[in-house]
């Protein structure tokens, strides 16, 4: 029969912000900013308001065509609307290089430690 053998677990850590959810966030703020109504930037951009509203609220997953039409509606261009999106992720993860850290020595057998988490050893 199999033996159970624990894993180590990961140090939990908040999940990242998704770039629909950043994306929405900036648009919406542009909107406000320039003090329009849904509507009439929906209808600017050639989109119904309950779409650019899913998208402000990060429940659409918007084509590239669509941001772009968005975003000429708001009066940004593409690199601009990028780059504010990439600040306000930026801005809400702290980045870590991943060749900075130490690379993990492969493990002869593995530890025993208190965790929640098994693998089926055959």
Do not use: F
């Not at 308001?49 to 009066?75: C, D, F, H, N, T």
């Amino acid at each position: 029969m199999a033996e159970l053998i624990p894993l180590p677990s990961r140090p939990a850590r908040d999940p990242e912000p998704l770039w629909r959810d950043a994306l929405g966030d900036v648009l919406r703020r542009l909107r406000h900013e320039r003090r329009e109504r849904l509507a009439d930037t929906a209808r600017r951009a050639g989109v119904s308001p309950q779409y650019l509203s899913e998208v402000e609220r990060g429940l659409k997953e918007p084509s590239s065509e669509m941001i772009a039409a968005i975003a000429g509606a708001l009066g940004v261009t593409l690199v601009d609307l990028t780059v504010a999106v990439a600040e306000d992720l930026r801005g809400s993860v702290e980045l870590t290089s991943v060749t900075s850290q130490p690379a993990a020595a492969p493990a002869a057998a593995p530890r025993a430690e208190a965790t929640n988490v098994y693998a089926l050893a055959s």
